[in-house]
C-alpha cells in the first residue's frame, strides 16, 4: 500500500515564477491538508481538501498561493510569483474520512527560491 | 488560537540514556495529542498517539506519552535510548474547536551519541 506521494521532492525555481507542488494521498483517503515547514520552525497548517472541495483554508496566505484537491487526480498547491519568503518545506498529509484525525504525511516538496 | 510548546530545540545523549521531551499546549478544551518523528531524509511518521483513556500512551520502538490534563502537557519518555533514535520529534496538538488541522510544536532534534 503506497504512502502518500509528493512530487517534486525538490523544486528551485526564481523569484516571479510560478511553483507547483503535487500531493497524491493514500489509497483509499479522501482528505488531503498541505503543512509548511520553514527553517527552523514547526510544521503550519495551509489547507485542508476534500475532493472538489476546500474544507479549511485558514492557513493560507491570502495572495499568491492556491490550492486544489480535483475529482481525478493529485491535490496541487500553486503559488504563484514566488518570493525568497516562500522557500520551505510543504508537507503534504492525508486521512481517510473527516473523522479520522490520524494524519499521514509524504515526503515533502523542498522548495528554494533563487 | 491554541499553540504548542516544545522547551529542547536540540538535545544530545549518549545510547541507554533515558530520553523525556517536553510537550505543551495552551487549549482548555478536549484534544488529541500526537507525537511524530522524521528521521534524517524521510517523511514524519507517527509515534504514539492520545484521543482518549489511558493517560499513558504506548508507541513503536518503545516510546511511551504522558497526557497530564492539569499540566497541559504530553511528554515523550523512552527508558534507553539507541544510535538509530536521532532524528526529529515533533509534537502536535488537534483541538475540538479545529476540525482536522494538527498544530505542531517547534520540534526538538534528537542527537544520540554511539
Known amino acids: 500500500n503506497a504512502g502518500v506521494m509528493q512530487n517534486p521532492r525538490h523544486l528551485v525555481r526564481r523569484r516571479g515564477q510560478e511553483a507547483r507542488l503535487r500531493c497524491s494521498p493514500m489509497k483509499g483517503h479522501s482528505h488531503v491538508y498541505w503543512y509548511r515547514q520553514l527553517p527552523e520552525e514547526g510544521l503550519k497548517f495551509m489547507v485542508y481538501l476534500q475532493k472538489e472541495n476546500i474544507i479549511d483554508e485558514s492557513g493560507m496566505p491570502k495572495e499568491r498561493f492556491s490550492a486544489e484537491f480535483p475529482k481525478e487526480g493529485p491535490s496541487i498547491l500553486r503559488i504563484q510569483q514566488v518570493v525568497r519568503g516562500d522557500s520551505a518545506a510543504y508537507f503534504c498529509?492525508?486521512?481517510?474520512?473527516?473523522?479520522?484525525?490520524?494524519?499521514?504525511f509524504g515526503p515533502g516538496t523542498r522548495l528554494t527560491v533563487t | 488560537a491554541q499553540s504548542v510548546s516544545q522547551h529542547n530545540h536540540h538535545v544530545i545523549l549518549s545510547e541507554a540514556a533515558s530520553l523525556e521531551l517536553g510537550c505543551n499546549y495552551s487549549?482548555?478544551?478536549?484534544?488529541?495529542l500526537f507525537w511524530y518523528v522524521q528521521y534524517p531524509g524521510q517523511h514524519l511518521q507517527l509515534l504514539l498517539k492520545y484521543f482518549s483513556g489511558d493517560p499513558l500512551v504506548k508507541g513503536i520502538k518503545g516510546f511511551e506519552a504522558e497526557f497530564i490534563k492539569s499540566k497541559f502537557s504530553f511528554n515523550l519518555r523512552k527508558p534507553s535510548v539507541q544510535w538509530s533514535d536521532t532524528a526529529e520529534y515533533f509534537c502536535a496538538v488537534n483541538a475540538d474547536n479545529a476540525g482536522n488541522m494538527l498544530t505542531f510544536g517547534g520540534g526538538t532534534r534528537l542527537m544520540v551519541k554511539p
Open positions: 487549549y482548555g478544551g478536549t484534544v488529541n
Open positions: 498529509a492525508s486521512s481517510p474520512d473527516r473523522q479520522a484525525y490520524e494524519q499521514y
